[in-house]
């Protein structure tokens, strides 16, 4: 039998390579509101400018069944294209072919323009909708996605790895979205397990249910592993496209200088009524930064998890900052736990991709408790101290009021090598607040004393009057500036623009033992 024409054979089996898997599953999908694989990358990048590549890879197993179903791209779309005119790699799962779950091929597809993004510098983007392993393809899928990960955790720190999960993943699969910098969870389909949700007890009883279980809400809310949440997948595409605004294509580049007309020597009005001068009294961090950065835009990472600090990303004078803050108005601030791990996380992926940090102080301690002690609030402390002592870009402080003790070092203090250090009137540098210092210097004269409650107040307006203002810590050196808050803005310009040529060099070593 004479062989079809060349070309019309391309074009077919170019059109079988285009063409989702079970029609069945995809007619489900689409009554949910969701769209193909195909279909969700074509709108994740710019218009036409996908180039896909392994679009005739086919499976090669023969156990199962297997061999009587062998899609073309093996259940994954892979290649590169521009979003906003950058290029970027990317990859999108398909649910519609074997669950979307990862054999030998599959997560070699995968590999492929992992391995393509980190000799090429460009930031990779994956959108997620798996099942885990292939368990029809045996060790022979587990051993691909071993290499999968590998090439993941090489990209690491080099290039931005932003992942999408738009279904249920579980697994390995959920391991390799895992190991990006960004998690981004669609809020209707989007779920993420380690282990399939039949072998949880609360599952197979009926106390949970998947979406309890392994939802948006968990995940932005208690296991932080969501950077955001999406309502929709154009909403998530939107979200891929505002967080790559603010980051570099690679390690060894610069973040975009972004003007948004934003005079640079603009004051901050309102700010000295904006943060009550009673120290304990709570307000917004989130209203401190809209006052201070660039066209009052604020890019909010993990806003539900750990709210007692506030971490993302903002511009001044232009350029792409990286922002932590504790929050008074959520444990007064203290820091935990949550908090610790959260900012510290932030913190080194800023670092990693040469993004100044600008940190906003107002802190009564590390939160007590037994919780807290037996959890290991002592590691993961440390993480954070870790991190900013660890950071080389340009790191500017701002005391708002409370820096108290170790969480005052723990919060980029000049000790730990911040660059630049300021504090308002209000600010506090402190061991402890006045009223834990006054119980515990003087718990003898006060226990003798006839009027205790008169004298303690006395001792603690003396503490107060001695050590509760930021001029002590000044004449140390430990502060550059104590400014006006209205001047807050326009002081972290001056001081960011001569660190942006910042360069450190340290003695080389494999690397530093971060208690994980």
Known sequence: MPRTNPRDELGSIRHDAASPGDKKIVKELREAGSKTARERIIGLLDESSLVEIDAFVKHRSGDHGMHVHTPLGDGVVAGHGKIDGRRVVCFSQDFSVFSGTMGEMHAKKITKVVEFAEK???????????DGQRA????????????????????????????????????????????SDFVILGSKRGRMFMRSPYTIPEIIEGELDEENLGGAEQHASRSGIACMVSSSEEESFDMVAEILSYLPDHTMSEAPVVSTGDKWDRKCKGMGKLVPEDSDSPYDIREVFNRVFDGDRFLEMFTSYAENIVVGFARLDGHSVGVVGNQPSVLAGCLDIDASVKAARFIRTCDCFNIPIVTFVDVPGFLPGTVQEWGGIIRHGAKLLYAYAEATVPKLTVVTRKAYGGAYLAMSCKHLGSDYNVAWPTGELAVMGAEGAVNIIHREELAESNDSTGRHTELVDEYREKFGDPYVAARHGWLDDVIEPSQTRICLIRSLRPLLSKREFTIPKKHGNIPL
């Open 120 to 130: 090429s510098s460009l930031p990779i983007v994956g959108i997620w909708d798996g």
């Open 136 to 179: 029809h393809e045996g060790v022979t899928s587990l051993g691909s996605t071993g290499e999968l990960l590998d090439a993941l955790v090489s990209c690491s720190g080099k290039v931005p790895i932003i992942s999408i999960v738009l279904g249920t993943v579980s697994g390995t699969s959920a391991l390799a979205a895992g190991i």
